[in-house]
């Protein structure tokens, strides 16, 4: 299958989990996830309609970036573990950063915004299957904290949460995170008294339709779009 109708597709699936839970579609927006896919692979997106992608790697991101910088549509999301010395690469990348998950990476990103005097939307990556090798934070208070930190700045625009459950924890563990995250977004915007705190950025390929059950409105696909990675 091309590209084009793998995408047709997804946003079918989309649909009609969207209907089945009494969502509208438009609300959940697509991420397709084009990590170590071609810059060919994603023009073939791009002429399909699709316009966020999303990236885990800077090296590799800003090679695309570059080759489709024409094209004043398209918008990038950063979904790796962002490191420290890869922070001056964001502000003239990216429009979109999910895991943010220290006051420390705060600081360094807020500096760099500041400096380019742009903004960026960004998610705090929540990890709830305590995987060690995994990023993102586990408690609420540590949750609270960054929230806070981002929200005093001025160029950190605070838009919501994100998280990569385990793969294998099936389908009640899984939603159950899913549905932790929602209630913490709810909190956080409630607590910091701050409505533009929507998102919530959660679903793959194999459990998008769970996650848009719980209420995602970002999901983060690769695979059912670009085929298997190598
Ligand atoms: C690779 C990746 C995805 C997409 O995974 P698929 O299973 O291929 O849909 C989503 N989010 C993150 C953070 C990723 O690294």
Not at 204 to 229: P, S
């Amino acid at each position: 299958m091309s590209v084009k109708d793998r995408l047709a597709v997804v946003q079918q699936q989309i649909n009609q989990a969207a209907i089945q839970s009494g969502r509208t579609p438009e609300d959940i927006k697509l991420i397709a996830v084009s990590k170590t896919k071609s810059v060919e692979q994603i023009r073939e997106a791009l002429a399909a309609k699709q316009i966020a992608f999303g990236e885990n790697r800077i090296q590799e991101a800003l090679g695309k970036i570059e080759a489709l910088s024409s094209n004043q549509q398209v918008e990038w999301h950063f979904i790796g573990h962002l490191q420290k010395n890869k922070v001056k690469f964001c502000p003239e990348n990216f429009q979109w950063i999910h895991t943010v998950e220290s006051i420390e990476l705060t600081g360094k990103l807020e500096a760099r915004f500041a400096l380019a005097k742009k903004k960026i939307n960004v998610l705090i990556q929540v990890n709830l299957s305590r995987e060690e090798s995994k990023s993102g934070l586990q408690e609420w208070e540590g949750i609270l904290r960054v929230a806070e930190t981002i929200s005093s700045g001025h160029w950190l625009k605070f838009r919501g949460l994100m998280t990569i459950p385990a793969p294998d924890l099936g389908e009640i563990k899984t939603r159950k995170i899913y549905e932790q995250m929602r209630k913490w977004r709810d909190k956080l915007q409630y607590e910091l008294n701050a409505p533009e705190i929507t998102e919530l950025s959660m679903g793959m390929t194999a459990d998008f339709n769970w996650a848009i059950q719980e209420g995602a409105t970002m999901i983060r696909i690769g695979t059912a779009i670009f085929g298997a990675r190598n």
